[in-house]
């Protein structure tokens, strides 16, 4: 007896023949052993390809199995193209699944290697491949830590704004002191120009400081000098940042989740009988 399932979003609506229904319960559900294996197979074939770009980047190595490592490209692309068409085939809405975060992965997992036949070097780019991996949160039952990530993205999207303002400022710190220096010690100390000199402020209020390009004056020094602690200083700031919206978006996991039925806001207190949006009762 085949065990209930609910249908994928990319299948609902129509019914799928017999065939393509145990398709799709292979490729995209992990609940059969078919369907699990084939993931876990999945997920050692994007591991070796990923393993074969890397080594074809190893010019000593590239140069004694050109031909065998050329050979297993392709037929790891071969083989990625055939279980996208497949993906495509099983699903009663391709184009669904085609707009979708793993559809768009799964496609730009093979691109490359067809482009790299127009223009040279693209076929590096199959690293991308290494994204499909995050289909492993789903084949081992890691699905609570997805909620642990989406805090993380909470946060970072709340503090967009202000990191804004912040690089904003910085940007306006490098332009101004790049002009400054460029005015101070002039193309003999290889400030040439100030775009260079900017480029020199950037490394500096960083505190990169790769020491291609040095004051040699004093007042050079000077303003370098205080570049750098003004960069110990910028680099808490936008640490500090995050780290408020993380909190704050940590606190308000500790809300009800609860949707309202007129608006559909979330984040109610527990207690709370009616919407704080809109006052509609809450659960009636």
């Excluded at 975060?101 to 093979?110: A, M």
């Excluded at 370098?224 to 200083?233: D, P, R, W």
């Excluded at 608006?263 to 949006?277: L, S």
Aim: contains cysteine.
């Amino acid at each position: 007896m085949r065990p209930n399932r609910k249908p994928h979003r990319y299948n609902q609506g129509q019914t799928l023949s017999p065939w393509r229904e145990a398709l799709n319960q292979i490729i995209f559900g992990s609940e059969t052993a078919a369907g699990r294996t084939f993931d876990i197979l999945l997920i050692v074939a994007i591991l070796l390809s990923i393993g074969v770009v890397m080594l074809d980047s190893v010019a000593h190595i590239q140069q004694r199995y050109a031909d065998v490592l050329f050979r297993a490209e392709w037929a790891f692309t071969a083989l990625f193209t055939l279980e996208y068409l497949l993906r495509l085939v099983c699903v009663r809405r391709p184009w669904l699944y085609i707009r979708s975060f793993f559809g768009v992965i799964d496609l730009l997992s093979i691109l490359p290697a067809y482009l790299g036949l127009l223009l040279p070097g693209t076929g590096y780019m199959l690293t991308l491949r290494i994204l499909r991996l995050l289909r492993i949160f789903r084949i081992l039952k890691l699905s609570q830590y997805l909620d642990e990530a989406n805090v993380l993205t909470v946060a970072l999207a709340n503090s967009f704004r202000k990191i804004t303002v912040f690089l904003y400022a910085v940007l306006t710190l490098v332009v101004v002191f790049g002009a400054l220096m460029y005015v101070v010690e002039g193309p003999q100390a290889g400030f040439t120009s100030i775009p260079k000199a900017v480029y020199w402020a950037i490394v500096t209020i960083t505190t990169v400081g790769y020491g291609d390009i040095a004051p040699k004056t004093a007042l050079g020094q000077l303003i370098a000098s205080t570049i750098m602690i003004m960069g110990y200083g910028i680099i808490a700031v936008p640490t500090g940042i995050y780290s408020a919206e993380l909190i704050n978006s940590h606190n308000n996991r500790g809300l009800d989740n609860r949707a309202c039925a007129n608006c559909g806001a979330v984040g109610h207190d527990f207690d709370a009988a009616h919407c704080k949006y809109c006052g509609e009762r809450i659960g009636a």
